[in-house]
Nanobody
């Protein structure tokens, strides 16, 4: 059974930092695109960052560029999201996602439909 388990969420003041981690189990994702999404109350779930299997190609939403960094460790089957200079508008439930199909090409996906496996989500709350 494939599982993605996020950790690292919490409450932080504006300007602070958090590091989210996602540990995959049940299969390896070393050849699969992975990503982080977030969903704020009343809003759609959007892609924050995505990383190809090689780690060579990375996507960031404009709203987080320069503040967030996605990384992966294929040997440990993990993906992380380092978040700096957090803002109240970053408050959301953050989800780890993984694509089921191994990537022949080094491309990333930024839509919900591009991913097949999802974690349960971790809450990030940024106070002003």
């Amino acid at each position: 059974q494939v599982q993605l388990a996020e950790s690292g969420g919490g409450l932080v003041q504006a300007g602070g930092s958090l590091r989210l981690s996602c540990a995959a189990s049940g299969r390896t994702f070393s050849r699969n695109t992975m990503g982080w999404f977030r969903q704020a109350p009343g809003k759609e779930r959007d892609c924050v960052a995505a990383i190809t299997w090689s780690g060579d190609r990375i996507y960031y939403a404009d709203s987080v560029k320069g503040r967030f960094t996605i990384s992966r460790d294929n040997a440990k089957n993990t993906v992380a999201l380092q978040m700096h200079n957090l803002k109240p508008e970053d408050t959301a439930v953050y989800y780890c996602a993984a694509r089921k199909t191994e990537s022949r090409y080094d491309i990333y996906y930024t839509t919900n439909q591009g991913y097949d496996y999802w974690g349960q989500g971790t809450q990030v709350t940024v106070s002003s």
